[in-house]
């Protein structure tokens, strides 16, 4: 369970990257609403604390118990639907009492860690139809309950995931093709229904974003387009070295409340209007070297689980980086994700920073395998 590691082969370069950008996050935080620095605070203290336990524990025995991970994602996920609570439309958080819990953020997490282990074992028999069939039908339970709360970018988010790691495992180029010529037609139908005005495949916040996107110009969606303006316009204005934390111009985006969940959502906003380019430039750059870092360990990884973990959780950053940063600058219709390691959220956080955990001991792990310390069977995941 937990194996005799060498401090010398643990990735600090990886935790450097990660604290930093920890860091940034807090001083855009503090700058955005201070009254949840503190808060901020804790969660980086309870991530990096979660980070090094989990760290050490071999990931291998981990995996083991990879059915009773996917039914705890089951349960965690049913629980939001039973016992959630709603804000802004949507049920997707848990009072714990002492801290409103968001079951998603960490539901990707064992998502990756149970498909890591299933497709390993079924590495041999990707590329036939019935396995496929399996995966995706295992993935049906909780994409559903997390589309129901509603969540839809992070249904999206988590199915493009599972799609990575399928890849990665050696899906057949053939297999992919068939599947691109399947769903282009049929996002086409899906923008063609949704764009009606009384259709009911999603809800009408979600269609009015998606109509704001696609006519930007329309003024029956004017005011869906008014907080991507500003964010824009924010950012612009900072330009090459930013306005400076903490400035008190009345104009800025930031102290002007110009923009909603600005803390959350739209922390790049901050970064553009008080650290200007060189401030995006960094935070950009720390969240591609994180995974970066986390696609070099899995290609030295010990076997293909940990592989998939370690390009897993880069397909978390990736994306949700991706999508937050494209949010800001008006890229992709306006939706509530976080931006990896900087925005505001606890549970977002404390998810993440174990993620990293594991992809860590991945790391160590390699270097034991090296040092010929292990005898693994990489069928089974055990020595």
């Given at each position: 369970?937990?194996?005799?590691?060498?401090?010398?082969?643990?990735?600090?370069?990886?935790?450097?990257?990660?604290?930093?950008?920890?860091?940034?996050?807090?001083?855009?935080?503090?700058?955005?609403?201070?009254?949840?620095?503190?808060?901020?605070?804790?969660?980086?203290?309870?991530?990096?604390?979660?980070?090094?336990?989990?760290?050490?524990?071999?990931?291998s025995w981990v995996l083991n118990f990879y059915w009773l991970i996917y039914a705890f994602n089951i349960?965690?996920?049913?629980?939001?639907?039973?016992?959630?609570?709603?804000?802004?439309?949507?049920?997707?958080?848990?009072?714990?009492?002492?801290?409103?819990?968001?079951?998603?953020?960490?539901?990707?997490?064992?998502?990756?860690?149970?498909?890591?282990?299933?497709?390993?074992?079924?590495?041999?028999?990707?590329?036939?139809?019935?396995?496929?069939?399996?995966?995706?039908?295992?993935?049906?339970?909780?994409?559903?309950?997390?589309?129901?709360?509603?969540?839809?970018?992070?249904?999206?988010?988590?199915?493009?995931?599972?799609?990575?790691?399928?890849?990665?495992?050696?899906?057949?180029?053939k297999i992919i093709g068939t599947v691109i010529v399947i769903m282009v037609p049929l996002i086409a139908?899906?923008?063609?229904?949704?764009?009606?005005?009384?259709?009911?495949?999603?809800?009408?916040?979600?269609?009015?974003?998606?109509?704001?996107?696609?006519?930007?110009?329309?003024?029956?969606?004017?005011?869906?387009?008014?907080?991507?303006?500003?964010?824009?316009?924010?950012?612009?204005?900072?330009?090459?070295?930013?306005?400076?934390?903490?400035?008190?111009?009345?104009?800025?985006?930031?102290?002007?409340?110009?923009?909603?969940?600005?803390?959350?959502?739209?922390?790049?906003?901050?970064?553009?209007?008080?650290?200007?380019?060189?401030?995006c430039f960094v935070i950009i750059l720390l969240l591609f070297l994180i995974a970066f870092e986390c696609?070099?360990?899995?290609?030295?990884?010990?076997?293909?689980?940990?592989?998939?973990?370690?390009?897993?959780?880069?397909?978390?950053?990736?994306?949700?980086?991706?999508?937050?940063?494209?949010?800001?600058?008006?890229?992709?219709?306006?939706?509530?994700?976080?931006?990896?390691?900087?925005?505001?959220?606890?549970?977002?956080?404390?998810?993440?920073?174990?993620?990293?955990?594991?992809?860590?001991?991945?790391?160590?792990?390699?270097?034991?395998?090296?040092?010929?310390?292990?005898?693994?069977?990489?069928?089974?995941?055990?020595?």
């Amino acid at each position: 369970m937990i194996k005799q590691y060498r401090l010398k082969d643990y990735n600090f370069r990886l935790v450097l990257y990660l604290i930093l950008i920890s860091i940034i996050g807090v001083l855009l935080v503090n700058s955005a609403m201070d009254s949840q620095t503190s808060r901020q605070i804790m969660g980086i203290c309870l991530g990096v604390s979660a980070m090094v336990i989990v760290s050490l524990f071999d990931f291998s025995w981990v995996l083991n118990f990879y059915w009773l991970i996917y039914a705890f994602n089951i349960v965690m996920l049913l629980g939001v639907r039973l016992f959630g609570e709603s804000a802004g439309g949507a049920t997707r958080w848990v009072d714990l009492g002492f801290v409103r819990f968001q079951p998603t953020e960490l539901s990707k997490i064992l998502l990756i860690l149970f498909f890591a282990r299933y497709l390993m074992d079924h590495e041999d028999d990707i590329n036939r139809f019935r396995t496929i069939v399996q995966i995706f039908v295992l993935a049906l339970i909780p994409l559903i309950l997390i589309y129901v709360q509603p969540d839809m970018k992070n249904t999206i988010t988590v199915l493009a995931i599972l799609c990575i790691m399928i890849f990665i495992t050696g899906l057949s180029y053939k297999i992919i093709g068939t599947v691109i010529v399947i769903m282009v037609p049929l996002i086409a139908v899906f923008l063609l229904i949704v764009v009606q005005p009384n259709q009911g495949l999603i809800k009408d916040y979600q269609r009015n974003r998606i109509m704001s996107f696609l006519y930007p110009d329309d003024e029956e969606y004017k005011d869906e387009n008014t907080q991507q303006n500003n964010a824009v316009t924010a950012i612009g204005s900072g330009q090459l070295t930013g306005k400076g934390l903490n400035n008190d111009s009345v104009s800025s985006a930031n102290k002007g409340n110009f923009i909603s969940e600005i803390h959350t959502d739209f922390i790049f906003v901050v970064a553009g209007e008080e650290l200007g380019f060189v401030g995006c430039f960094v935070i950009i750059l720390l969240l591609f070297l994180i995974a970066f870092e986390c696609v070099l360990a899995g290609r030295r990884a010990k076997d293909t689980s940990g592989k998939l973990i370690c390009c897993g959780v880069a397909s978390v950053i990736g994306l949700q980086s991706f999508i937050n940063i494209g949010v800001a600058t008006g890229l992709l219709p306006n939706t509530g994700t976080p931006l990896p390691f900087v925005s505001y959220g606890l549970t977002s956080m404390v998810s993440l920073y174990i993620g990293m955990g594991f992809v860590l001991n991945v790391g160590l792990q390699r270097s034991l395998s090296s040092r010929g310390d292990l005898n693994l069977n990489e069928k089974t995941g055990k020595y």
